[in-house]
C-alpha cells in the first residue's frame, strides 16, 4: 500500500467511527447511459456529451469499479467520503467500462487522474482534494449549497447531545 493510500485509509477509519454507513446509489454507467461510440461528436469522450453528464446530477464520480466493487484504492477512498456524510443519490461512471471516457474526462477536466469528482456540473478534484475538503469542513458547505445535508452534521448532533446529557448527570 502506498504512503498516501495509507494515510486515506487511515484517516477514512478514524473519522468513519459511530458513524452509520449507507450505501451509495446504485447508478452507474452501464445502467444509467446507453454506450456511443467513441468517434464523432457525440461519443463518449466528447466534449459535448461529458458535459451533459457532469451536469446531470448534483453529485457526480467518475471511478474505477463501481461505489458496490471500487477496483482501485482511491476511487474506494471516494466512495467511504461520500458514504460518511449521507450521499445515497449520486452519479457513478465506471471509466473501466469504456475507454474513451476515461481518456475523455481526463481531457474533460484537464486533471490525469481518477477518481474526479464533480459539484453542480463544477470539477471539483480527486480523492486528495475532496479527502481535504471532507477533513476542513469544506464538503458539509459545499453539500449545502447544493441543498444536502451532511450526515456528518446529524452525527455531530447526537454526539454533542450525548455529551451534554453525560456532563448533567455528572
Sequence with gaps: MSGSLGRVSAALLHLGRGVLLRGPARRTWSQTTERSSSSGGSGSGSTEYLDKLV???KVVVFLKGTPEHPQCGFSNAVVQILRLHGLTNYAAYNVLEDPALRQGIKDYSNWPTIPQVYLNGEFVGGCDILLQ?????DLVEELKKLGIRSALLDAKKDQDSKDFKTQKET
Design 55 to 57: 451536469k446531470k446530477d
Design 133 to 137: 475538503m471532507h477533513q476542513n469542513g
